[in-house]
């Protein structure tokens, strides 16, 4: 039982890093219409960014936090001035073929500045709490607090905002919501940077709980798109429950697979559920 609790654990927060990075594909997939196979390596971004405010100039992680999101929401908004607008009107396949250059361009920019080497927050050793048998890092605690923070603050944003009400009329369609009235251009804009922030925020979490490397967010692109389709693609809320269930389903996997074999395990769930209900389990978009 011991053991079964452990891997609750260690799937709650493996789920809520992944939740975070699907809640932004998501939202550029509802309002834009394409798959950002970049999200993956702004994770990454947004995780160096931090290394660099905390760990070189040592401002407290906080401080560094937001700055790093705000860092990588400034990337993606203007990669999407210079790139992702000039093809907007083109196929969605063709902005798919793009961002798979740009996730290229991101990953190889970021070999060359840090290097291409494992590194950390905090060095040395932390000590995990022990309640009831179970070991509980400190840096788990924060994780899901601020994973729950960040949720909070979409969940508002979305439901009590103007641009989050003009974000969601422009996801229902886009053509109708700009004859309204609505500045759909402004709309996009707030997408790049909500979706940018959540991806930096997952890319940070994920850093504090295992460690930092090029690859990191490429590696974690599969279960965060994985958790997208299961909840719904374009459905955020969708998305929470998608990489919970991703989270738990990778986690639990240990029991009777190699380690080795949780991203296949995401990758299974999501072509299963590609056959058997393409729309999600909220009914996202197709």
Not at 40 to 61: N, Q, S, W
Not at 131 to 138: A, D, E, Y
Not at 152 to 179: E, P, S
């Amino acid at each position: 039982m011991t053991e079964i609790l452990q891997l609750v654990i260690y799937g709650l927060v493996l789920g809520s890093i992944i939740s975070l990075g699907a809640i932004g594909v998501s939202l550029i997939f509802g309002i834009l219409r394409f798959a950002h196979f970049a999200h993956g390596d702004l994770m990454t971004l947004g995780a160096y960014f931090a290394l660099v405010f905390y760990g070189t100039l040592e401002l407290p992680m906080p401080v560094a936090f937001v700055v790093a999101l705000a860092l990588t929401a400034g990337v993606a908004v203007l990669l999407d001035k210079l790139l992702y607008r000039q093809l907007r009107r083109s196929s969605p396949v063709i902005l798919l073929i793009a961002s798979v250059g740009v996730a290229l361009m991101v990953r190889s920019v970021i070999q060359m500045v840090w290097g291409t080497s494992n590194v950390v927050y905090d060095q040395g050793i932390t000590m995990p709490y022990v309640v009831w048998g179970l070991r509980i890092k400190p840096d788990w605690l924060v994780i899901l607090g601020g994973v729950a923070v960040l949720v909070t603050a979409v969940h508002i944003f979305l439901q009590h905002t103007t641009m989050g009400k003009a974000m969601r009329a422009t996801a229902d369609n886009m053509d109708l919501a700009r004859i309204s009235g609505i500045d759909t251009e402004r709309v996009v804009m707030w997408t790049w940077i909500l979706g940018a922030a959540l991806a930096a925020a997952a890319g940070i979490f994920l850093g504090m709980d295992t460690r930092l490397h090029p690859v990191m967010g490429w590696r974690m692109l599969l279960p965060v798109f994985a958790a997208a389709i299961l909840g719904g693609i374009g459905r955020p809320y969708g998305a929470i429950v998608g990489g919970l269930i991703i989270g738990f389903a990778q986690e639990f996997s240990t029991l009777v697979l190699p380690p080795s074999y949780k991203t296949a395990v995401a990758f299974a769930i999501m072509v299963i559920m590609l056959v058997v209900r393409p729309t999600g389990l909220f009914r996202g978009r197709s």
